[in-house]
């Protein structure tokens, strides 16, 4: 059913960017359109069939969906405009705050981050995403490129980096922190000219015993940088 909705707009300005960063690779600029009443009516509702459903997954998805739109909403008045075609963004995984460790959480909330993201209209027509990073291949090429970076936090002076080595304008990324009953979810989307922080979200689950389930079976490691 969704993907009945995802009409030319959509094939143009999301598919690609998906099939992109869930590939891990760079794809070429598009010329960029405005978006259509009738774009973003089909935008809201792909966002509201994917939510559907009572299942724990369900829960996380709403949650993120709302930290998602914080950060829509909170996003700087010069990033709304649409006056000189989209803006580059890298995105780069969810993890701890340490960026030591990415679990199959991280890589679920990750996923949905970027799908969510690009269902909001004031992003989907102000950005393209050009690349997914994954954490270790960011800190091994700073490594390797002889710039002695310690700090694994993405900071402002590391946003800068990242921007001069991809050619990127902002870079979007997030990190959890955890305590005995909650989980926190924070986004964030950095300028990568100033390290100026443009857009946040957070959001709160609590961990009630189907969550502390959930996490039970999610904790193993996943896919991007194991915790060593």
């Known amino acids: 059913m969704i993907l009945r909705n995802l009409s030319s707009f959509m094939h143009a300005a999301i598919s690609l960017a998906l099939i992109s960063m869930l590939g891990g690779c760079i794809i070429k600029d598009m010329t960029p359109s405005e978006l259509t009443d009738q774009d973003i009516k089909r935008l809201q509702e792909v966002e509201r069939e994917m939510i559907q459903g009572h299942t724990f997954e369900t829960l996380i998805d709403e949650k993120v969906l709302q930290a998602v739109k914080q950060m829509a909403r909170t996003l700087k008045p010069e990033y709304r405009g649409?006056?000189?075609?989209?803006?580059?963004?890298?995105?780069?995984?969810?993890?701890?705050?340490?960026?030591?460790?990415?679990?199959?959480?991280?890589?679920?909330?990750?996923?949905?981050?970027?799908?969510?993201?690009?269902?909001?209209?004031?992003?989907?027509?102000?950005?393209?995403?050009?690349?997914?990073?994954?954490?270790?291949?960011?800190?091994?090429?700073?490594?390797?490129?002889?710039?002695?970076?310690?700090?694994?936090?993405?900071?402002?002076?590391?946003?800068?980096?990242?921007?001069?080595?991809?050619?990127l304008d902002v870079i979007e990324t997030g990190v959890t922190t955890e305590s005995d009953d909650f989980i926190d979810f924070n986004l964030r989307m950095i300028e990568t000219r100033r390290g100026r922080i443009i857009a946040v979200g957070s959001v709160k689950i609590e961990k009630t015993e189907p969550v502390r389930r959930w996490l039970d079976r999610s904790g193993q490691s996943g896919i991007g940088w194991p915790a060593r």
């Open 82 to 167: 649409y006056l000189f075609g989209r803006y580059k963004v890298g995105f780069i995984e969810i993890s701890d705050i340490n960026r030591k460790t990415v679990t199959m959480l991280h890589n679920y909330v990750t996923e949905k981050t970027v799908t969510f993201s690009f269902l909001q209209p004031d992003i989907a027509r102000n950005f393209s995403m050009v690349e997914r990073f994954l954490v270790k291949d960011i800190m091994d090429e700073l490594e390797m490129e002889n710039r002695g970076w310690k700090d694994q936090v993405v900071d402002q002076r590391l946003a800068i980096e990242l921007g001069k080595l991809y050619h």
